[in-house]
């Protein structure tokens, strides 16, 4: 297995609700190691260039409102296989089809509320982890 590097966001309703520290220490239980931390607020403008992909979505306008609607933690994390490890542990986007032990199962609150984000391919790793870590 290669190290690899991927970008993890703790978005507003988990970091509203306090989950910072239990959602990293999920993350270090699997293996990921914490390279970078930062905490912001996106602006509309960031928060529609780094959804850019999803413009064309129903749910586009109203992901850009919760993602602007407070902080946000964003983590870049390294690991083996760091890419498909986080993402197995994030669960699946809506919290009832998650598998237990996942973070969205286990703090998710619905398909937009759904507690974290995260890198799903190596091209967009590199691109996201620049957004935040130029």
Do not use: C, W
Not at 2 to 27: E, W
Request: no cysteine; net charge negative.
């Amino acid at each position: 297995m290669a190290i690899q590097q991927t970008l993890s966001m703790i978005k507003p309703d988990a970091v509203q609700r306090n989950l910072i520290g239990s959602i990293i220490t999920l993350v270090e239980a699997n293996h990921l190691v914490v390279k970078k931390m930062t905490m912001t607020k996106l602006s509309t403008h960031d928060a529609k260039e780094f959804y850019i992909i999803h413009k064309d979505r129903d749910f586009y306008s109203k992901l850009i409102d919760y993602m602007t609607s407070g902080q946000v933690v964003v983590l870049l994390l390294e690991g083996n296989n760091a890419i498909n490890v986080y993402r197995d542990l994030m669960g699946s986007t809506n919290p009832t089809e998650a598998k237990e032990g996942t973070i969205r199962k286990l703090y998710a609150e619905d398909t937009t509320r759904n507690s974290v984000h995260g890198s799903d391919s190596p091209e967009n790793a590199i691109i996201e982890i620049d957004f935040f870590f130029k």
